[in-house]
């Protein structure tokens, strides 16, 4: 059943590329980089593609403006399509790349210092407890080899 469901949205997707053929061209040229950053991106939230697709979408979008503003035939998305317009559009894919990869930089850096924040926080109340109840609240006491607490106030035997 959802076999037929995908047949059709990829001849629909097909048929919608060919009739907007100039678009198609434009886009697809200049989106390359969020199409190889879609493959690339592994994880379950997608988000280096989303990143990357999005702020490269952004900075296609005034060249595609051109080319609907400027009648939208195969001839005109290939004058657009200069070195310097592609340059713009992989800067912004690039632009992409950069902001995930600071966004992700910023968010382990945060954690990371919340995890020592909250790691010195529970050492406190660990000393805390320790003076108030004992050595034995830390587990760290010494063993006998069947697993039974060894008591350090009985005397042992002189031999």
Same mark, same amino acid.
């Given at each position: 059943?959802? *076999? ?6 990829? &001849?629909s997707f097909l048929g919608c590329a060919i009739f907007f053929l100039p678009s198609t061209i434009l886009l697809l040229t200049g989106m390359a980089p969020s199409i190889v950053a879609s493959f690339i991106d592994k994880t379950k939230e997608?988000?280096? =593609?989303?990143?990357?697709?999005? /702020? ?6 005034? +060249? ?10 195969? $001839?005109? =998305?290939?004058?657009?399509? *200069?070195?310097?317009?592609?340059? /713009?559009? +992989?800067?912004? =894919? ?9 966004? /992700? +930089?910023?968010?382990? %850096? ?5 995890? #020592?924040?909250? &790691? #010195?926080?529970? $050492?406190?109340? #660990? ?9 034995? /609240? %830390?587990? *760290? +006491? ?8 060894? #008591? %350090?106030?009985?005397?042992?035997? =002189?031999?």
């Open positions: 059943m959802k *076999n037929w469901r995908k047949s059709l949205l990829t &001849l997608r988000l280096k =593609a989303l990143t990357v697709g999005c /702020v490269n979408l952004g900075f296609c979008f005034p +060249y595609w403006m051109k080319l609907v503003q400027g009648g939208h035939t195969p $001839e005109k =998305a290939m004058q657009i399509l *200069n070195p310097e317009s592609l340059i /713009v559009m +992989y800067l912004g =894919a690039g632009l992409g790349y950069l902001l995930e990869w600071i966004c /992700v +930089y910023i968010s382990v %850096t945060l954690t990371q210092k919340k995890n #020592k924040s909250r &790691l #010195k926080s529970i $050492e406190k109340e #660990k000393q805390h407890l320790t003076e108030k109840w004992g050595v034995e /609240v %830390t587990g *760290n +006491y010494p063993v006998d080899e069947h697993g039974f607490l060894i #008591k %350090t106030d009985e005397a042992k035997p =002189a031999v």
